[in-house]
């Protein structure tokens, strides 16, 4: 399409395809384009757009005065500047967004004037020696100045870029006095481009998808993501409300039908959907995929890394734990397209892509 004002003007059903959507599976960029890029900069979005990637994630967590901003986690300790500035070296503390207690600082306790002082760098310099080159160029971002910058890139380029906004750790910012979902619901609503552009809600949570569900109705241009992990672990706010939901309960064919009361797409990680065997190597894929289309439910999986020490054993070549293997991810991405997935996170969309590209899809 020549214009994105043409294709924002589409008939709202027609806008997820316009994303990618029904075309082929999507390409999700993972913090943006991650494994080249600090995440969740803008350098990292633009790459991740610039190199095809359908829609961009930012993860969202809450300041102190109430501002949703992007960052993986609660904790500043791994992918800011913050332990280097000496003004800020009282606020170091311990605390446990997720459960699990953590020393560090943490992003309820600064202001966002404060927060923009900082500075983002990579999470993973010692497989990233290239994304790490950036550290220190960029802030930490609004969620509401991601929003105008993916509708500025839209409209530069002329293709709809979607949003796939996870909700971090509901339970925990509630309970500090800044829940997340009615400043996100707000947020989306103040926003032209997200009113109309292929937004996709996703959590590890359950009640906040509820909630949202319940605040937003099914819209056109809305899905809900219901991300899952393996095995027995219970999600926190399960555990907050003394339940003894699993994980692995939400994966059967019953649990999936349950989500699909709530949700549109479930997403498992990769070794969800093909695990590995005690050699590292890809076993058998498990049905899941199967059982999440009869469910009425979309498939999406995360998350695909480039480097040797994320791959399955079956991909790796020799040149060590942490060297760049292009041609290995590709390879893993489409052992996966194979299951039927619709969808993938990935660290590196233009990989994505040319796993697509090389399947034929």
């Keep these: 399409m020549a214009a994105t004002?043409?294709?924002?003007?589409?008939?709202?059903?027609?806008?997820?395809?316009?994303?990618?959507?029904?075309?082929?599976?999507?390409?999700?960029?993972?913090?943006?384009?991650?494994?080249?890029?600090?995440?969740?900069?803008?350098?990292?979005?633009?790459?991740?757009?610039?190199?095809?990637?359908?829609?961009?994630?930012?993860?969202?967590?809450?300041?102190?005065?109430?501002?949703?901003?992007?960052?993986?986690?609660?904790?500043?300790?791994?992918?800011?500047?913050?332990?280097?500035?000496?003004?800020?070296?009282?606020?170091?503390?311990?605390?446990?967004?997720?459960?699990?207690?953590?020393?560090?600082?943490?992003?309820?306790?600064?202001?966002?004037?404060?927060?923009?002082?900082?500075?983002?760098?990579?999470?993973?310099?010692?497989?990233?020696?290239?994304?790490?080159?950036?550290?220190?160029?960029?802030?930490?971002?609004?969620?509401?100045?991601?929003?105008?910058?993916?509708?500025?890139?839209?409209?530069?380029?002329?293709?709809?870029?979607?949003?796939?906004?996870?909700l971090k750790s509901s339970t925990y910012f509630a309970g500090v006095g800044l829940p997340l979902e009615d400043r996100f619901i707000a947020t989306l609503a103040a926003h032209e481009y997200t009113r109309r552009a292929p937004v996709e809600i996703q959590s590890f949570e359950i009640a906040n998808l509820k909630y949202v569900r319940e605040k937003l109705g099914r819209r056109a241009n809305v899905r809900l993501m219901q991300l899952v992990g393996v095995g027995d672990v219970r999600p926190r706010d399960v555990v907050a409300a003394g339940g003894s939901l699993t994980y692995a309960q939400m994966c059967t064919p019953a649990g999936l039908r349950d989500i699909a009361k709530y949700a549109d797409v479930v997403a498992p990680p990769t070794r969800g959907v093909i695990p590995l065997q005690k050699d590292g190597r890809l076993a058998e894929p498990l049905p899941i995929v199967a059982d999440a289309h009869a469910a009425g439910l979309r498939l999406e999986t995360w998350t695909f890394r480039p480097e040797n020490r994320f791959l399955a054993a079956d991909f790796r070549d020799g040149r060590g734990e942490h060297a760049r293997n292009e041609a290995g991810s590709i390879a893993e991405i489409r052992r996966y397209l194979a299951t039927g997935i619709d969808g993938f996170f990935t660290d590196d969309p233009a990989l994505g892509v040319a796993a697509l590209a090389a399947a034929g899809t």
Aim: charged fraction near 25%; proline fraction near 6%.
């Design 5 to 166: 004002a043409g294709a924002l003007a589409l008939a709202p059903s027609a806008l997820f395809a316009a994303a990618g959507q029904g075309a082929r599976p999507l390409v999700f960029a993972h913090r943006g384009a991650s494994a080249l890029r600090p995440e969740h900069t803008l350098a990292s979005y633009a790459r991740a757009i610039a190199d095809g990637a359908d829609y961009i994630e930012p993860d969202l967590v809450c300041t102190r005065d109430g501002v949703l901003v992007a960052r993986h986690e609660a904790n500043l300790s791994e992918t800011t500047d913050v332990a280097r500035r000496p003004e800020f070296a009282s606020r170091r503390t311990r605390k446990a967004p997720d459960g699990e207690a953590h020393e560090g600082w943490f992003v309820d306790d600064f202001k966002l004037a404060e927060l923009k002082t900082l500075r983002a760098i990579e999470r993973l310099p010692q497989d990233r020696p290239g994304s790490a080159a950036y550290d220190g160029m960029f802030q930490v971002l609004t969620f509401e100045e991601i929003i105008d910058f993916v509708a500025a890139q839209s409209a530069t380029i002329g293709r709809v870029i979607g949003l796939v906004p996870e």
